[in-house]
């Protein structure tokens, strides 16, 4: 459909887990997740970020990548990367003025598990690698490139076309 959210995402995890990772994502409400909530994150065409990541955690004895194909209609999608979907800029303006008292990922599941928002993915950029800007110079002007990789939390399994072991 012309209107979706597609996208390729990948998930770092332990080969011991890949064939359980589905059955045993818990998406239900949690408080303790701080970033977008509860949910199964993954990095958006990015299977280097999700080794890089993975290795970081220094958890995982034999790493394995996992590659989900998702897709999902863009009225169920909270992005982040673009004001121009949904009610992303009301949310944070709720967000700051009513519910500051929790994290915005406790937030977020708090509108979509207990006020019943249709939500199945959120996404945003994840800035927290630096250098976050770079410039250019070519003598005449003076180009700003922000750089970040794309996260995705998916708060259901409903937006998985397809997915396996990479």
Known sequence: MKDNFYAIG???TDKKYVQDILSKID???NKGDKFLGQGLYLWRDSYTRAVVWAK?????KDLSIIAFKIEC???NVLNFTSTSWNMEEELI???QEIFNNLSFGEFLDEMIYNNDMSID???IIDLTKTPN???IKDGKSE???ACGDVQICLKNNKPILHYGEV
């Open 73 to 75: 209609e863009k009225e």
């Open 93 to 95: 303006g709720i967000w």
């Open 133 to 135: 800007t770079f410039h």
């Open 121 to 123: 993915i959120i996404v």
């Open 10 to 12: 990948y998930h770092g």
């Open 143 to 145: 180009t700003h490139f």
């Open 27 to 29: 998406y239900s409400y």
């Open 56 to 60: 970081d955690t220094k958890k995982f």
